[in-house]
Structure formats: structure tokens, C-alpha cells
């Protein structure tokens, strides 16, 4: 993976004060996306390099819609949970010592 040095950099970590977490949590993400793109690599090869920006923005527009699509889902998980979180601090505050 890149640099840590320069990661601390581009993320502003010493100018910002940004939390270790956050760029750690970071560095995770960016090492996730190199092993996509490696495993990408492996499996079409070069073929990629070789397609038209018109094809491979309509690859990229795909991908839009599926991450979108994924995304109401997560939404939908995430609206009932927080419901249900709610429902539950509500009948712990009236249930009382």
C-alpha cells in the first residue's frame, strides 16, 4: 500500500486534527480499492485499458446505479433500526430503577 507518510498528508491529519481513527479508518478503505483494482487487473488484463471512454462510462454508470440501488436498501435497514433503537431507550427510560 502507499505511503503512510503521504496518506497523513493528503489527509490533513496534522493540519486538521483529524483522529487516527479517521485515517486509519482510511488507509482501510484505500487498501480495499487497491485489491479490487489488482484483482480487476488479474482478471480482465489489459482489455480495460483498451475500451472506449464511452464504454467504460457506461460501466461507470452501471456501477452508479447499483451502489444507488444498494444504498436504499442500507437506507431502509438503517430508518428501522434506528426506530427500533429508539423504541427500546424509550421503554428503558420508563422502566426505571
Do not use: C
Amino acid at each position: 500500500m502507499g505511503d503512510k507518510v503521504g496518506y497523513d498528508v493528503f489527509l490533513g491529519i496534522q493540519e486538521t486534527g483529524m483522529s487516527q481513527d479517521l485515517a486509519d479508518e482510511w488507509r482501510e478503505f484505500v487498501s480495499l480499492v487497491e485489491q479490487r483494482l489488482e484483482r480487476g487487473a488479474v482478471e480482465y488484463g489489459e482489455s480495460t485499458l483498451r475500451r472506449s471512454s464511452v464504454e467504460i462510462l457506461g460501466e461507470v454508470e452501471q456501477e452508479i446505479l447499483d451502489v444507488m440501488g444498494w444504498s436504499f436498501f442500507a437506507w431502509r435497514r438503517i430508518k428501522r433500526l434506528r426506530l427500533k433503537m429508539k423504541n427500546v431507550l424509550m421503554e428503558i427510560s420508563h422502566a426505571g430503577p
